[in-house]
């Protein structure tokens, strides 16, 4: 194999695969990056048997071929490397990769491009088209509340549900739930729904970038994968079996005040309440105060505190429909959502100090976060 590449493509290309290695694993192949010529381009891919990526960059190849060069060593050399342009060339009878850019010559040991496992070679008949950067802001609204607990692998994933021309992506965690629907610019083929990871969906929002592509998405009927594509580069996931709980269930559906507040002034309180909250376990008091009249304004009342670092309380306007309500939320669940949520004012919806609370951006219904409330003690 003898290719040459500029050296910020190769960089680009690495950094958008080197995520999918496996640093931890028993086959040493699992480490490496698998680089190959592949019609006139350059083709890397690395994959933990979980996960997959592949990226191809533009090269000029003088002679095909492909090796796996180790990750960590190959991604750090190529970010110090002096010229523009690499040159590499391979010495299959001892696996060596030699890189040379500007002055830097560098012996590279490998390991058979035969040794790394097999990627699936996608048929994308069927395939479902998605718009980038709604896709992108569908999975920030709702891996944040994918679990991270082995012990329920389910709730490690998002359930994608995709009907006709609708997707709708929820995720939970048992304390907290986030939905967000949204229209496909053409109905798909056939429905489905899939458990995806949310690691890879946080993967693919990463690889898309500022992209404004379209992303192509198919889910092959009995491979247990969903396959990714994007302009010049793929993702491959295996999906999580079992049977995601029905979330439906788990949303109110009636409120006894509805309390609307400026989104920016809540995060900035909830940043200031989480500040002393995360030293006992994160909680934070919401006391909405419903107007008497019409000289006394609605508002809601965040406050925290900790015996160690003391406490703090901030008074946000609020326009209040409905009764007066103490709740208490997880301070650190409730910023994490508001940091989701892109409209001006947020509405919150409660019920009963021991009833979820439910959070959903004013002026937009594709968006819905359930939120379990705090023992108030």
């Given amino acids: 194999m003898r290719v040459t590449v500029l050296q910020e493509n190769l960089a680009h290309g690495l950094g958008i695969v080197s995520r999918a290695v ?30 997959g990526i592949t990226a191809w960059i533009p090269a ?20 110090t490397l002096p010229g523009d342009q690499v040159q590499f060339s391979l010495d299959g009878s001892t696996q060596t990769l030699t890189v040379r850019s500007g002055s830097s010559t560098n012996d590279i040991k490998c390991i058979d491009a035969q040794e790394f496992p097999p990627l699936p070679v996608p048929d994308m008949e069927g395939a479902i088209q998605l718009n980038v950067v709604d896709f992108k ?4 609204q709702v891996v944040f509340a994918a679990s991270t607990d082995e012990a329920r692998p389910v709730l490690m994933g998002v359930l994608v549900t995709v009907e006709g021309d609708q997707i709708i992506m929820a995720a939970a965690d048992g304390f907290r739930l986030s939905v967000r629907k949204a229209t496909l610019s053409s109905p798909a083929p056939q429905p489905f729904n899939a458990i995806i990871p949310s690691r890879a969906l946080s993967e693919l929002a990463r690889i898309t970038g500022d992209s404004d592509e379209g992303i192509a998405m198919v889910v092959p009927k009995g491979r247990g994968q969903v396959i990714f594509r994007i302009k010049d580069a793929e993702l491959v996931s295996q999906l999580i079996d079992g049977t995601f709980p029905d979330y439906q269930q788990i949303i109110p559906r009636s ?17 200031q309440a989480e500040i002393f909250a995360r030293e006992g376990s994160n909680v934070a008091r ?29 008074i946000v306007e609020a326009t209040v429909d409905g009764i007066g309500l ?25 019920s009963a100090p021991n009833a979820p609370g439910v959070i959903r951006p004013v002026g937009d219904d594709d968006f819905t976060h359930v939120i379990m409330p705090m023992h108030l003690g």
Wanted: proline share 4%; charged share 25%; with cysteine.
């Fill in 137 to 140: 802001e569908m999975i920030q």
């Fill in 22 to 51: 496996s640093p931890r694993s028993t086959l040493p192949v699992l480490a490496n990056v698998l680089i190959a010529s592949d019609e006139g381009r350059l083709r890397l891919s690395a994959t933990n048997l979980e996960l």
């Fill in 326 to 350: 103490l709740i208490a939320f997880n301070v650190k669940f409730l910023r994490e959502v508001l940091e989701v949520i892109n409209t001006p004012n947020v509405a919150i919806e409660t």
């Fill in 60 to 79: 000029r190849i003088e002679e095909e071929g492909s090796t796996t060069v180790p990750a960590r060593t190959f991604s750090d050399l190529v970010n």
């Fill in 286 to 314: 919401l006391d909405i105060k419903a107007a008497n009249n019409d000289m006394d304004p609605s508002e809601v009342e965040i406050s925290a505190q900790s015996e160690e670092t003391g406490s703090n309380e901030t």
């Fill in 255 to 271: 409120y006894k005040s509805r309390t609307l507040v400026s989104t920016a002034s809540l995060l900035k309180a909830c940043k």
